[in-house]
């Protein structure tokens, strides 16, 4: 019989690593608002909390929140197997997108949760891990002190689930400013309003999130109601594990761009740019964004990515398994224009088992 040892990870140094992930705030936030999803909220508020080194930012929803056992497996890292069947609306796969993504901006994160008129709460705190002589996984119980009043907001609803971040050392840094704080809050509704929008659409829209109160307005970079974006048929390709669907979008000329297009929510432009100053703004925004990007589908699909590189759509070979789906160059005379395409990728894909796609959740 195979010899073999138990070799468990140093907790302090697992978890120091897997801050490096390569979270934004932003992302960080889409990832803690994927389990609020497959909670079954209808509302997830945000809200940030500007006091120097003492920032905070939390966020409550309104789903079926969890009972102590439930949240004991959410706060432990990779307590479900990728490969088990989750449901349609579960954009979550390995396990680790809560704690993962919480930890990349701060040191301690707090989830407390309600159900059944019962609140539990438990932490993960990486000063206190460190300081422990041995190393181990420690998960701590109840709020740190100091925390309990961001917990009471809970206590006033009958179920839900609040996460807590603080020690925000990868925001807060050396010259960070109230200034920098409010920036931020901009970029991550930005950030939101696209990768969410199909949740936040319509006269009633499956989910609401407000940062400090300001409900969020849906942007979606298609333009599809747009008189003058021009899209494709969808074209379907059966790979190995499922169906995939493709579907192009040419965006207005820059000539066709006006003030409706920006969506202004609250007196603000949406979208990528929304602290332009000129109407203009918007398609520059579209030609620099470079790469991919993910978008949450409300209609029974775990992932929408965006594809784009400046006006020139970039072949995804690289993603797919296929290896067959290729788009056409635009003319670089013609930048003025824009090309994004929508892939509605089945949740096989986020699985791990084929193509390796980026996924958050859990």
Known sequence: MTRSRHAPPKASAMLEALRGLGYSTATALADVIDNSIAARAATVHLHFVWAESASAIHILDDGVGMDASGLDRAMRLGERNPLDTRAADDLGRFGLGLKTASLSQCRRLTVASRRGGQTHCLRWDLDEIARRSDDGWYLLEEAAEGSVEYLRILDEQPQGTLVLWEILDRIITQGFSEQNFLDLMDRVEQHLSMVFHRYLEGSRPRLRILINDRPIRPWDPFLIDHPATWSSPVQRYRSAAALIEVQGHVLPHLIGWSQELTNQPAGRKAGPCNRASTSTAMPGCWSQAAGW?????????????????????????????????????????????????????????????????PTGGG
């Open 293 to 357: 990007d993910w978008a949450r589908d409300a209609v029974g699909h775990a992932r929408k990515p965006i594809g784009w590189r400046g006006s020139a759509l970039t072949s995804p070979t690289a993603l797919m398994p296929t290896g067959k789906l290729t788009f056409a160059s635009r003319q670089p005379a013609r930048r003025s224009r824009c090309v994004n395409s929508c892939l509605i990728l089945p949740r096989i894909f986020a699985s791990g088992r084929d193509g390796s796609l």
